[in-house]
């Protein structure tokens, strides 16, 4: 299965939810791109469009790592095996999840109109472009349950097996196109493409190829977990 666009997946996705029958009361994007997915699949399900806005704590000495996330109401989700092999006390994390609480603010004042975001009562539909770890999407359905959410699904077009165990435990359902075992990077992608094609993937260690989105100003592609957390070890000691 392949994607020309984050538009597609979207597409995709959307006619698979309703051809199961999906119908929430709401489509959340995750920001950036699962923006864009959940805009299509709201289309396709008609059903109205909203933002939940999450970031992503980053390793403080190599800031694409994650070792947790945050999201709106108040949500600070740590990964404690993640913060265990990186060798990382709560303490080091303090400056960055106060910058990325500024940066979630801000984006809470872009993405939404004045007002309360009411999702009491309702069943909400949690869309993001790609699960990797997962850890942006458990924070933002624990922020949609901590608003009383009376159901979250999550739904993407790519998940990886982690992830998808890892969200079961917490959102009500997890739908996914696509589940690879292979996904370590994080889109934004324009494809996944066949292992065997021969072309190099952007995330060195990660046997599935991906080719990143580069019109949008952003190339997310992490390099696999295991070789960050050694090169963390090593700084460290």
């Known amino acids: ?47 109205p469009l909203d933002v939940l806005v999450v970031r992503k704590v980053g390793h403080p000495r190599y800031r694409e790592f994650a070792v ?42 872009k993405f939404h109109a004045p007002g309360e975001q009411l999702l009491s009562g309702k069943t909400v539909l949690i869309v993001d472009d790609g699960l990797a770890t997962g850890s942006s999407a458990e924070a933002a359905v624990v922020s949609a349950k901590k608003q009383l959410a009376r159901k979250v699904i999550l739904a993407t077009p790519v998940a990886s097996p982690d992830a998808v165990e890892r969200l ?22 324009l494809s996944v493409l066949p292992a065997n094609d021969g072309r190099r993937s952007p995330c060195p260690a990660a046997h599935s190829r991906v080719r990143v989105d580069r019109t949008r100003g952003v190339a997310l592609a992490l390099a696999r977990r295991q070789a960050v957390r050694t090169s963390l070890s090593h700084s460290h000691a």
């Open 1 to 47: 299965m392949t994607f020309s666009s984050r538009e597609e997946a979207g597409r995709q996705l959307g006619s698979y939810l309703a051809a199961r029958g999906v119908q929430p009361d709401v489509v959340l994007g995750l920001p950036r791109g699962g923006v864009v997915v959940a805009s299509e699949v709201a289309r396709i399900l008609q059903r």
């Open 68 to 109: 947790g996330a945050l999201a709106e109401h108040d949500v600070v989700l740590l990964d404690k095996a993640a913060m265990l092999e990186s060798r990382v006390v709560p303490a080091d994390l303090d400056d960055v999840i106060a910058e990325e609480t500024g940066r979630l603010r801000d984006y809470q004042a």
């Open 168 to 189: 079961k435990a917490v959102a009500d359902e997890v739908i996914s196109l696509m589940i690879d075992p292979d996904f370590f990077c994080r889109w934004p992608i």
